[in-house]
Structure formats: C-alpha cells, structure tokens
C-alpha cells in the first residue's frame, strides 16, 4: 500500500490519553485502492464533488473554482425539469439559470439541507425545522411558477445536520445532539426515533456512578448512507448502523476516526468507506457475529458513552433476549493514507475508482491496482500485436 506522509503525523492536537481508534497494518489485503492519481488545481478547500456520469464529476472549492474531470484517464428535479438552491431563502431555477420564484425569507441560519419527496414536494431543513413545500408548474390559468409551503415539522430538539432519501417509503433525518429520525415519505410521520440529549453537567445518581461527559461534536450526525436493510449514520467520530426492519443499532465503532467523520457511502459486498477531519479515508466490512449475552447490543445509539456500575437487576431481561441475537461488527479493511488535511467528501465509481478532495486543495483519485496493471498488460499486448513484435510460441 503507498502510504503518504504529509504534513506528519494524523494524531490531532491536544489529546490527553490515547484514543482506541482501530488500526490496519501495511498489508491490507482487502485493500483494492493501492494506486493513486494526484489531481491539482484547485488554490483553496476543496468542498464539494459532484458525479455527472459513469467517469466525469465537478469539484468545486473556496477558490471559486468549478472543475470537470475525467475519472477515466444542485438538487435535481427532473420530472419537472428544475433545480433548486437554498440559502435564507428557496429558489426555484429552470436550466438556463433563470429565477422562476423563491421563498420568503425563511431564516437567518439558512438551509442546511435539501431532498426531493413525491407529488412534487422538497423537504428543507432550516434549524430545527423540517419545512415541507410543494412546487406548482405552471398551468392555463396561471402562467407562473410557485412554491407554496404545507407543513412544518417540529420534533427535534436541534438543529438538523443531516437530511436523505432512504427509499420510496422514508426519508431520515439528523441533529446536532445526536437524533435520528426516520420519516414516512408520503405522509411525513415519524416511523421511528433514536435520540441522545446531550447533557453538559453530568448529575451523578444515588450509586455515585461516573459518567462521561460528551462535547455536542462527539454527538452530532453529520452524514447518511443506506441500503435495503440499513442506514449507516456518521456520529462524531464513530459510525453507526441502524437497521430499518428492527428499528434498533445492530453495529457500531464507537472511534472510527480520530476525528469527526464528515462523508460516508455504502459500497458493494457489505463494505462502507468513511472519511474525516483527521485526513483519513478508511474502508470497513459489515460482519455477522454471535452476539454474546455479556454484550448485548445496544438499543440507542448512546447509552453507551457512559462507564460506571451498571444495574445488574435492569440489565438481565436485556441480556436474556439478546444472549441467542445474531449482531454484526464493522471491521476495519483498508486504510488510504495520502491528504495532509481534512478530507471533505468522496466519490464512488464502480468501474474508475475513489475520488476524494481535501481541505489541502488536492483531489486524490485512488485506483484499483489489480485493475489498473490488468489493463496495462492488456494495452502492451495490443500494441506489440499492431506493431507485429507479439509471436506466439509453439
């Protein structure tokens, strides 16, 4: 595996006591991404990456830069042909970048997030709201565009981070302080919850227990993925999977990365990549284990961020349920080394690798190595073919 070493050392700065963060040695065998590709051109943060096709994506950054690349060498709506873009207000564009209407002001704080739902709704969120509108088309007996807002939804207790589409039948959506909330599509109720409310004084109970008290960043979820079966929730530093069926976590790593993990994507063949602050891109495998009765898995995300006595008494019903319950685990797989600075986001292309950008302006396009030295032996052979130089032994 080629390893990087810019900038020195990962370990972010003023940490007291060593963090149990999950580490992989050089051989990483189930590593596929063993060859890199630097991209320099943007001069500043590189934020966004957006796909356009099977091999093309945009970078964009804090240079004011909009770059298209070729990995081979704005939210959409598409049954209405229109794209929207959020701010203090909503705004409701065609393709030639003409205004067709927006919103009033809806916040100081702005939008944080956007997704499309049915019957030509967008849910925003703005704060702790989720704002749900609805866009007219024009008609015959208005020529003009309009968006209207039809509800409001009131349930968590702080700003929403995190907002997607999990299927056609729920959307879910994610707090500062660590809530989770999964949403039906159509009629915009809560199907299930998982919350934490983070406390800054910890109160001790009558058995003296100690508690650890978290920062809000420890807590807050910053990125989704999904799939049939399960949303993969990005918490602090840690990742989570939440299966939508059993409607309880049925893995974790408490310490995924030595800081706030901001992007995470589900892949093929159970496996997950997530990046973070720390400069970071690591490859992990969702496993099945026999859950062991003095393990049980937890029920919410949080309860346990804490240490101490626990109540025997309170604990055992818990135990005997779980004792014969098949969990799973999140093994860490591969490990890319190679920004010097936080990596903001990545993309997945099946066929032409990883693509990641970083706050230390690069954009790095990671490549399956076993592929890619396939396609030069295939590409050598080709030309020595053309040019007769290939001769077959007898």
């Known amino acids: 595996m080629l390893r990087w070493l810019i900038g020195g050392s990962r370990e972010p700065q003023g940490l007291a006591e060593k963090s149990p963060l999950q580490t992989i040695g050089e051989e990483q065998t189930q590593n596929p991404y063993t060859e890199l590709l630097v ?4 001069h500043d943060i590189v934020r966004f990456l957006v796909q356009l096709d099977d091999y093309r994506f945009a970078s964009a950054g804090d240079d004011g830069l909009v770059v298209v690349w070729n990995a081979q060498c ?29 919103t009033g002001h809806l916040s100081d704080t702005g939008i944080s997030a956007l997704i499309e739902i049915p019957k030509n709704c967008v849910v925003a969120a703005v704060g702790k709201e989720l704002i749900i509108f609805r866009l007219v088309a024009p008609t015959e007996g208005s020529l ?32 500062h302080v660590g809530e989770l909330i999964i949403w039906d599509i159509l009629d915009w109720t809560m199907q299930a919850c998982e919350r934490n409310f983070w406390n800054p004084s910890p109160q001790p109970d009558s058995q ?46 408490k310490t995924a990365h030595d800081s706030s993990v901001l992007h995470i994507a589900k892949l093929p063949n159970r496996q997950l990549i997530s990046c ?13 284990k026999q859950q062991l009765a003095a393990e049980p898995v937890p029920t919410g995300f949080f309860n346990m961020w804490g240490f101490g ?13 779980q004792e014969n319950a098949t969990s799973c685990l999140l093994e860490l797989i591969g490990d890319l080394i190679g920004h010097s600075s936080s990596v903001e986001m990545f993309l997945y292309f099946e ?20 592929r890619e030295s396939g396609l030069r032996s295939l590409k050598l052979f080709q030309k020595l073919e053309e040019n007769g130089d290939l001769y077959l032994a007898v």
């Open 309 to 321: 006595r626990v109540n025997k008494q309170a604990s055992q019903p818990v135990k005997k349920q």
């Open 144 to 175: 003009e565009w309009d968006i209207v807002e039809v509800k409001r939804l009131l349930d968590h207790q702080d700003n929403v981070l995190s907002l997607a589409n999990v299927n056609d039948l729920s959307f879910v959506t994610g707090s």
């Open 208 to 253: 003296q227990e100690i508690k650890l008290c978290q920062k809000p960043n420890d807590v807050s979820i910053h990125h989704f993925t999904w799939d049939e079966e399960n949303v993969f929730v990005a918490v602090g530093r840690g990742l989570y999977v939440y299966n939508l069926q059993m409607k309880r976590v049925i893995a974790c790593q």
């Open 351 to 370: 066929d032409h690798g990883l693509v990641t950008c970083s706050a230390d302006h690069l954009i790095i396009l990671w490549k399956n190595g076993e």
């Open 74 to 102: 704005l939210t959409v709506l598409q049954r209405l042909d229109v794209w929207l873009s959020g701010g203090n207000d909503l705004c409701v564009w065609n393709r030639r970048l003409d205004l067709l209407c927006k």
């Open 276 to 288: 973070s602050e720390d400069g970071s891109v690591r490859i992990w495998e969702l496993r099945e």
């Open 39 to 42: 991209l320099k051109t943007h």
